[in-house]
Nanobody
Framework: QVQLVESGGGVVQPGGSLRLSCVAS????????PNWYRQAPGKEREWVAS???????TYPDSVKGRFTNSRDNARNTVYLQMNDLKPEDTAVYYC??????????WGQGTQVTVSP
């Protein structure tokens, strides 16, 4: 059973930081490429970060330079360190992985709110 469990969200002021965690189970984590997505109310789901099996990390321009994606295979965990947070970063953040058969798996999401 594939499971992805996010944590670490919260409410922060602009310029603040949060670290999200995604604990994975039920698949060969070290060989996978987990992703982070986010979705704000009224907006489409947006890709945030990916880290592949050899630690190649990619980001969209909207978060590049502020967010850092990493993985710890010993803990089956992927992290998203978010610095210099902005109000437009407010969203529910989801961990995602695509496994055999192009099947998408999603975590339950964790809320990030950036507000004065």
């Amino acid at each position: 059973q594939v499971q992805l469990v996010e944590s670490g969200g919260g409410v922060v002021q602009p310029g603040g930081s949060l670290r999200l965690s995604c604990v994975a189970s039920g698949f060969t984590f070290y060989a996978s490429t987990p992703n982070w997505y986010r979705q704000a109310p009224g907006k489409e789901r947006e890709w945030v970060a990916s880290v592949n099996n050899i630690n190649y990390v990619t980001y969209p321009d909207s978060v590049k330079g502020r967010f850092t994606n990493s993985r710890d295979n010993a803990r089956n965990t992927v992290y998203l360190q978010m610095n210099d947070l902005k109000p437009e970063d407010t969203a529910v953040y989801y961990c995602n992985v695509v496994l055999r058969g192009n099947t998408n798996y999603w975590g339950q999401g964790t809320q990030v709110t950036v507000s004065p």
